[in-house]
């Protein structure tokens, strides 16, 4: 039996390491935001320190059902008060460490949900 992966048109995580990650073959050594939705872009939050409630406030605008954050190299969790606009939206945030992030990222767009990942790195 002869086993192919799944075609997606969304973007994928192909790869990833301390301070980079690989999507759709092309890598990046700054913060990301990958989506279902949408090609993917340069987050303008460098690291979890410089967090602002407008770096969230332009992932709503995405359509999103689901926001994963990848907090970087360990988990830390956003002040809930810089989610509220996507809790709003009835839009989901799950926080993880960004390698994390990138794996659950990959499996929920494999299933073809609406999902956004914004990875610090």
Not at 30 to 57: G, I, K, M, N, R
Not at 91 to 112: K, P, S
Request: hydrophobic content about 40%; some cysteine; overall charge negative.
């Amino acid at each position: 039996m002869k086993f192919l992966p799944d075609p997606t048109e969304s973007s994928s995580v192909t790869g990833y390491g301390p301070g980079w990650v690989t999507v759709n073959g092309e890598k990046y050594t700054s913060s990301v935001v990958v989506s279902t939705l949408a090609a993917p872009y340069f987050w303008e939050c460098a690291q979890f320190d410089d967090l602002l409630d407008s770096h969230f406030e332009r992932l709503i605008q995405m359509d999103a059902e689901l926001v994963i954050f990848g907090s970087g190299e360990r988990i830390r969790f956003p002040n809930p008060a810089l989610l509220q606009a996507l809790y709003a939206k009835r839009i989901g945030v799950e926080t993880m460490d960004t390698q994390a992030a990138c794996r659950t990222y990959n499996f929920l767009a494999g299933e073809g949900r609406k999902v956004v990942a914004a990875l610090l790195l």
